[in-house]
């Protein structure tokens, strides 16, 4: 059996068969929503606690809020989230997804243009 995996490059991408993770939420009032997983990040490197980025689904082009909460997987390797508990860890959190999507902007338009 080998270990050889698929690799896709971009000129083979179909950005029209891509399907992005999702996951589904239940709110505090039992209401579910649909959201794409953006991202699991650390604040940093040494961190040994995991963030996730989702964005939910919506009809609103416009919007672009983004839930943050901790990510973990138990014994199993089934993966949980938790409530962020603290305004101080929260904000670290965000300013790392932040710091992400800025990166992801840079090599985006560097490939952009590169030709």
Do not use: W
Request: charged share 45%; proline share 3%; with cysteine.
């Amino acid at each position: 059996m080998s270990d050889e995996k698929d690799i896709v490059t971009t000129e083979e991408f179909d950005e029209e068969e891509y399907t992005a993770p999702t996951v589904i939420l239940t709110m505090d009032d039992d209401s579910e929503v649909v959201c794409e997983i953006l991202d699991i990040f650390k604040i940093n490197e040494n961190d040994e606690q995991e963030y996730i980025a989702l964005l939910p689904e919506s009809d609103d082009p416009d919007n672009t809020d983004v839930y943050i909460y901790r990510f973990f997987e138990d014994e199993e390797g089934e993966p949980h989230i938790d409530n962020i508990e603290t305004d101080e860890e929260y904000d670290k959190a965000a300013a790392a997804f932040d710091a992400l999507m800025d990166l992801d902007d840079e090599d985006f338009e560097d490939e952009e243009f590169e030709e």
